[in-house]
């Protein structure tokens, strides 16, 4: 069974920075594209990052891109998402994803299996 756990989460100063895991179970990232998203309040799931399970090729949002990070301990069988120098408009549940379609597709409708969510919460 495929199932992803999240964690990390929290409240944060703005420039701060927190690192969210996401541990898996029942594949391994060699077999698996990984997507993050984040919802905000009343906004749709907006997609953040993802890697390619075929080439290990990351994609970043504009929002993010040079700030937040991507890497994945396969001995843990644990991808994480490091958020640096963090913005109030960066608050939002933050979930992972997982497809056994090795594309890197930031498009939620693309992914099968998802993490119940964290909250990042960053004050001004």
């Known amino acids: 069974e495929v199932q992803l756990v999240e964690s990390g989460g929290g409240l944060v100063q703005a420039g701060g920075s927190l690192r969210l895991s996401c541990a898996a179970s029942?594949?391994?990232?060699?077999?698996?594209?990984i997507g993050w998203f984040r919802q905000a309040p009343g906004q749709g799931r907006e997609g953040v990052s993802c890697r390619s399970s075929r080439d290990g090729r990351t994609y970043y949002a504009d929002s993010v891109k040079g700030r937040f990070t991507v890497s994945i301990d396969n001995a843990k069988n644990t991808v994480y998402l490091q958020m640096n120098s963090l913005r109030p408009e960066d608050t939002a549940v933050y979930y992972c994803a997982a497809d056994p379609n090795p594309a890197c597709m930031v498009v939620t409708a693309f992914y099968d299996y998802w993490g119940q969510g964290t909250q990042v919460t960053v004050s001004s």
């Open positions: 029942g594949f391994t990232f060699d077999d698996y594209a």
